[in-house]
């Protein structure tokens, strides 16, 4: 137990040291830092190993925005706005994706029942979110349309 705690105070340390030049880093990123953080969108390559005509535009669009002053997050947030999320290398800490974030920490502190009840909350919380938005699809259907879908889908199930 007393190593696990000590792991945890290591990371804890490291995250503390690392933030200062994360924290610069955010104001005045360079394109071989977004290079790293990137992915072209053709050859789901990170950016920096793409030789694609689409990674040669997305960088000169990144090497603009940074001579126009934009925060790293800024830049992300545009490509992702022009490309989807796919477009970036490491996911986005929210929604699902949280879980690619927190279970190196939770491995840490060696706590598999964390874990464990971490990622059933996560997977309910997806799978009522999938159940209200096909009620609310169900909802725009006409009764008799919706019914005579189930039955079309229901030949697909078996």
């Known amino acids: 137990m007393q ?5 945890t105070v290591a990371a804890i340390l490291l995250a503390l040291l690392l933030a200062a030049p994360a924290g610069a880093s955010e104001r005045q990123p360079t394109l071989g830092e977004l290079e790293h953080e990137v992915m072209c969108p053709t050859c789901h390559q990170l950016l920096e190993l793409s030789s ?3 990674a040669d535009r997305i960088r000169a669009f990144i090497q603009t925005r940074i001579n126009a002053g934009d925060t790293k997050s800024e830049i992300k947030r545009r490509l992702v706005g022009e490309f989807v999320e796919a477009v970036l290398a490491a996911p986005p800490a929210h929604g699902f994706n949280l ?4 279970l190196p920490l ?6 598999g029942a964390a874990i464990a009840v ?3 909350r ?3 919380h997806a799978r009522e979110a999938a159940n209200r938005d096909h009620a609310e699809s169900d909802a725009l259907l006409e009764p008799s349309l919706a019914r005579r ?5 229901a030949l697909f199930d078996g």
């Open 3 to 7: 190593l696990s705690a000590r792991g």
């Open 52 to 54: 694609a005509p689409i």
């Open 99 to 102: 879980l690619a974030w927190l």
């Open 106 to 111: 939770l491995g840490l502190a060696g706590s």
């Open 118 to 120: 971490l990622v059933y």
């Open 122 to 124: 996560l997977s309910r």
């Open 149 to 153: 879908l189930d039955e079309e889908l």
